[in-house]
C-alpha cells in the first residue's frame, strides 16, 4: 500500500507538521505546519528561510526541491538507498525511506505514519567490533547486492546518513560515531587521507570534527568519526548547504551565497568561517565538496555552521572548484577566491591576508602533520599532487 501521509515530529515527541503527497502533481510533496505547532511559544521552523512558521502549504513540484528541500536532508544517500534496497527486497519511495532507522539519522525529524509519536529505538552496534568480517560482509554486498540477515541488522544502522561511501554506526563508549570502511573500488587508503587532511584543517583554525583511524591490517583502516549532532539533551535541528540557499546544482550558488544566507540567521558570526572552509578545500584539492557536505545546525540558542565533516585531499584530479567561489565560478585563481570577499564581511586585502597565511602553513607543515596523524609515506606521497596544487 502507498503511504501518501506523514506526520512530521520532532525529537521532543512534538507534532510539527504533515508531509503529503501532491495528487495534482504526483511526483510534487506539499507540507503544513500543525496549528498547535505554530501555536507553540517556542516553535522552530524546521526552515527558517524557505519553511517559515506560518500557516499555509509549502509545495514542490518534483521530489523534495524547492521549499521543500529539508526533507531531502534526512533522506539517505547512495550507500544507504542500496542497503535498504537489499533489505527490502525493492527500492524504497521517498515517504518509506524517512521511516527507516530514523533514532541514527542526521537531525531531529521523526516521521510516522500514525498521529503519535513511533517507537524509533533499534539495538545498537555495539563493542567490541569483529571489523573484519564486517569488511569481508561489506565486500560481499559491494559486489552481489546482498547480506546475511546478520549483517543486514548491522548495516541498516548508518543507512540514514548520506554519501555514497559504505558506512555504519556504532556505540563506543556509550557515544556514538560513524564509521567509513573501505570499498573494493577504493585505490588509494581514504581512511587515512581523510582523517589527515581533517587534521591538517584543524591547523590551519578551522572547526573541524575529531576523527581517528582503526587499523585492520596492513592495508586496511576504518575511519571513524564521534557525531556532532547529539548531545545528552538531544539530537540538533539540522540544515544542509543545500536546503539553506534553496538549491540543487552545484553552481547555483557559491560560497558566499552560503555566507550570506546564514548571515541572515547569525548575524555574520560564520562568515569568516565559511570563507576559510573554502580556501581550504581549493588548497588541498576536495573535489569531493557539494552542498550536502556543509550544515548549520541550532544550538545554544541559534542555527550555526557545524564542525567541517568530509574533508579529503585529492578527490578526483579535475583542476576547477567543486562549488562556485566567485565571480569567476569555479575557477581555482587567488583572484577569483577573493573576489567575492565582501560576502564573508571582509575586504579583498584580508582575504589574501588568510589564504596566503593558510597556504603557507599547508606548504610547511602538511606532510609533517598528516604523518602525526598517522598517515603512512606511501599515504601520503599518494596525495602530494593535490596539496597546492596549482598554486
Known sequence: ??????????????????????????????????????????????????????????????????????????????????????????????????????????????????KEFPNILEPRNKEPFKWKEIIEAKGQFERDNSFSEKYAKIFKQGSSQGGARPKLTVLKDDELYLAKLPSIRDYENNAQIEHGTLCLAKKVGINAVDSSIISINSHTDVFLTKRFDIFETGKLPYLSMQSILGVEESFEASYGDFALALKRLNRGRDSLEVFKRMVFNALVSNHDDHYQNHAAYFKDGLWQLTPAFDIAAGESNRRTLAISAGTQGDSKHIENIISESDKFNLDQDEALSIFEQMRDYIENNWAIDFNEAGVEANVIDSVKWAILNDY
Open 1 to 114: 500500500m502507498t503511504i501518501e501521509m506523514l506526520y512530521v515530529f520532532n525529537t521532543d515527541k512534538v507534532l510539527v507538521g504533515r508531509l503529503r503527497v501532491q495528487h495534482s502533481t504526483p511526483e510534487g510533496y506539499k507540507f503544513q505546519y500543525a496549528k498547535s505547532y505554530l501555536n507553540k511559544s517556542d516553535a522552530l521552523a524546521i526552515n527558517p528561510i524557505h519553511l517559515p512558521l506560518i500557516d499555509k502549504t509549502f509545495f514542490s513540484k518534483k521530489g523534495f526541491n524547492g521549499a521543500l528541500l529539508s526533507f531531502n536532508d534526512a533522506l539517505p544517500g547512495v550507500w544507504g538507498k542500496a542497503v535498504l534496497k537489499s533489505i527490502n527486497g525493492r527500492a524504497l519511495t521517498d515517504f518509506e525511506l524517512l521511516l527507516q532507522n530514523q533514532q541514527d539519522r542526521l537531525g531531529n525529524l521523526v516521521f510516522s505514519t500514525e
